[in-house]
């Protein structure tokens, strides 16, 4: 961690961002628009539009800007936003846009707003049909109310209405999933537009949000993590780590990862994970302990007062607590004092709530005890610890996580959550860095605007490392890369990337040989396991598509995790200053003798990983997980071989011979070792027919 916080050096930050705090992000255009805002204003002609940006980015009001233009300039008759739970609906609030320069101002009628009406979201139905034969313009509902609404009166009684979709990765196409599937019937009509946003960038986890077919139709505007946090005003470091308890009790621990002096939101772990003591009460009171001396509950905003060793009385807003309590509390949170006061409260324990939609702006360190399943639920809670505040200047996010033990009969089930919380900061790590773009290295290959090559400019007898710091993007010339043939594959590249990313290092078989098997050829992962996954991904592509998107997501990945490296060698992880990772990428494709996708295929992408984790964990825990994994390792299935065999042919027509099996690199034997295999396979067939 960074100097300034008087946290034990055993917590170790797996991603360690630093960021220019140049302001932009928070600067508005004479529309009142910020820079986000006005990225997706520009593009509100579209019927179909999809909207990814970082929580507290601003897509309330870039939606009021869309909604309105769409209302009075093309033909769009309502407007209907769709929230997935009531608190979100106050985000869509009256705003006096004339105010700060645009042409309307956003009304929603009071009756309007179902989030605010009493009664359950199946009896709120009525109103909006109300709302649709009334001459009013705009309703907010949540996204069950709606899916009643459309079941009861059907799809074609919302056309020419615009439908907002917010937190937009609450949707999937699983046909289980209403919502998904009224957009798909939505999408096949043509006759409404939709605007849907997100602030994740893993859209609907494990399954896809539409399918490949209907999410073609949307434009994309997407504003990175980066963009976002690089044009803060006051937040400059984001930490992002895992600490591993091996007490067997989290509270007896917590304490090494809990600093009071830091405004900290505290998610206790769900009742079903391991690492909860099945007594949630009990949980927040030892966490008080740990805290410091409970000296009494604060009459007007229900706030717990707990005195540390150093004599600080904390307020700690408890909402776990009954519900008469966890009320009062929620409430006084929701004060304007809240936004306005930085010690009005300095720690919040929650468990299902304080998440996504929740608005701590003062939040420094957003604390999570268990392995969370979903990746948007864990951006969500990051989200928490990443608003811009005065006086603000760095920021974390820490999974605490039960160490795995051999001796207890759910092992395996404990290896599994380490090495999905690993899984997880590798793919924080992708979202909170720059973007990468990719092309090949040609004789015809020049400099691109906007981009700084370094000191010593654009050279083009080597590879360019070129970046935007105004975009947050970098140019990369990649020797031997190929470039994608379809729209959809073009797509992909540019905007998909980290989907694909999420499906490896998801892979239970990726990320165990990419941990923890001595013997694993980083090929057999870059080439065989990311081929494999992109195959699955996408099979209406072709094979070069699908080649080409395999090498883009290796490069993105392996780019990212050798910049890591150096940064971790140079200072120790600290990020000596924002331009820490741009430099070390650039420094790494300068030190290689040429930057070519072999080179880059020829590097495991879970090396640095693993680096930070022997770090971060005990030894004996750390041989113990080795071995429950290594027991079970299969040698070589068919479909690998074959995938080996198919990348053996492309080797002869290379170098006009096939793999040797005796060969000195490792990747040809292994390609000779699936020839192998499959030959064995065809004589036993003959043998036993």
């Known amino acids: 961690m960074t100097e300034q916080q008087s946290i034990p050096s055993v917590s170790i930050p797996s991603v360690s961002v630093k960021y220019a705090s140049n302001g932009s992000s928070k600067k508005s255009n004479e529309l009142g628009m910020r820079v986000m805002q006005e990225r997706a204003y520009e593009k509100r002609g579209e019927q179909y539009l999809l909207i990814k940006s970082p929580p507290a980015s601003g897509k309330s009001r870039a939606l009021m800007f869309i909604a309105l233009d769409k209302l009075n300039n093309q033909g769009v008759k309502k407007a209907i936003v769709v929230v997935p739970e009531k608190s979100i609906g106050s985000s869509f609030n009256n705003e006096p846009l004339t105010k700060y320069g645009f042409y309307w101002d956003w009304v929603v009628v009071p009756k309007w707003n179902l989030c605010n009406a009493p009664g359950e979201d199946g009896g709120k139905v009525n109103s909006v049909k109300a709302f649709l034969d009334s001459d009013d313009q705009v309703l907010v509902c949540t996204h069950a109310t709606f899916r009643f609404a459309v079941d009861r009166f059907g799809v074609p009684t919302f056309d020419d209405c615009l439908i907002a979709v917010d937190e937009f990765h609450h949707v999937s196409s699983n046909p289980d999933n209403k919502l998904g599937m009224h957009l798909g019937e939505f999408i096949a009509r043509d006759k409404a537009h939709v605007v849907a946003m997100t602030g994740s960038y893993f859209r609907g986890d494990a399954e896809a949000v539409l399918s490949p077919e209907d999410e073609s139709k949307f ?93 600080k009385l904390l307020k700690v807003a408890d ?5 008469s309590k966890r009320d009062k509390v929620s409430a006084s949170l929701k004060r304007p ?78 290896v599994n959550d380490t090495l999905k919380a690993i899984a997880a900061s590798l793919l924080m790590e992708q979202v909170l860095t720059p973007k990468f773009n990719f092309t090949p290295k040609t004789p015809s290959s020049g400099p691109q605007e906007g981009f700084d090559y370094g000191e010593n400019g654009y050279d083009p007898k080597t590879n360019n490392v070129g970046f935007n710091e105004e975009t947050g993007q970098f140019q990369i010339e990649i020797k031997g890369l190929a470039e994608p043939k379809s729209d959809n594959a073009k797509r992909i590249c540019q905007e998909d990337l980290n989907e694909v990313i999420t499906a490896f290092v998801q892979d239970k078989t990726a990320i165990e040989r990419g941990l923890f098997d001595d013997e694993v050829v980083p090929e057999e992962l870059t080439q065989i396991r990311m081929g494999k996954i992109v195959k699955d991904k996408y099979p209406e592509l072709d094979s070069e598509d699908q080649e080409v998107i395999r090498q883009h997501a290796v490069a993105a990945l392996n780019l990212t995790q050798q910049a890591k490296e150096l ?57 113990q997980v080795k071995a429950v994994i290594n027991s079970k390792k299969i040698k070589l299935t068919e479909e690998e071989a074959r995938e080996l065999a198919t990348r053996a042919v492309q080797f002869k027509r290379e170098r006009g011979r096939l793999p040797d099996i005796t060969a000195a690199d490792p990747w040809e034997r292994r390609m000779a070792e699936g020839i192998a295999f499959l030959q064995r396979k065809v004589m036993q067939e003959n043998n036993n027919g």
């Not at 331009?579 to 070519?596: N, P, S």
């Open 219 to 311: 434009e994309t505007v997407t504003y990175t993590y980066y963009e976002q946090l690089n044009g803060y005003e006051h937040l400059k470091t984001l930490n992002i780590g895992y600490y591993f308890y091996s007490s067997g009790d989290y509270t007896n621990e917590i304490r090494e990862v809990l600093d009071p002096s830091e405004k900290t939101i505290i998610h206790i772990p769900n009742v079903n994970s391991r690492e909860s003591q099945k007594d949630k009460y009990t949980e927040v009171e030892k966490i008080f302990s740990a805290l410091g001396d409970w000296e009494g509950t604060d009459d007007d905003t229900g706030f717990q007062l707990i005195r540390t060793a150093e004599g």
């Open 319 to 323: 909402l776990v607590d009954d519900d």
């Open 337 to 414: 004092e809240a936004k306005t006061d930085r010690d009005f409260v300095d720690v919040i324990i929650a468990l299902g709530m304080a998440k996504e939609g929740f608005d701590w702006i003062w939040c420094e360190h957003a604390l999570t005890v268990g392995y969370r399943s979903s990746l948007t639920e864990i951006i969500q809670i990051i989200g928490r610890a990443t608003r811009d505040a005065e006086g603000k200047a760095q920021s974390r996010f820490t999974n605490l996580i039960a160490e795995p033990d051999a001796s207890e009969d759910t092992v395996t089930d404990a």
């Open 567 to 623: 940064v971790n060698q140079t200072d120790g992880g600290e990020g000596s200053s924002n331009t820490a990772f741009v430099d070390g990428v650039r420094k790494f494709a300068m030190d290689v003798r040429e930057l070519d996708i072999d080179l880059i295929d020829r590097i495991n992408p879970f090396s640095e990983a693993y680096a930070i984790l022997a770090k971060a964990m005990d030894e004996n825990s750390l041989k």
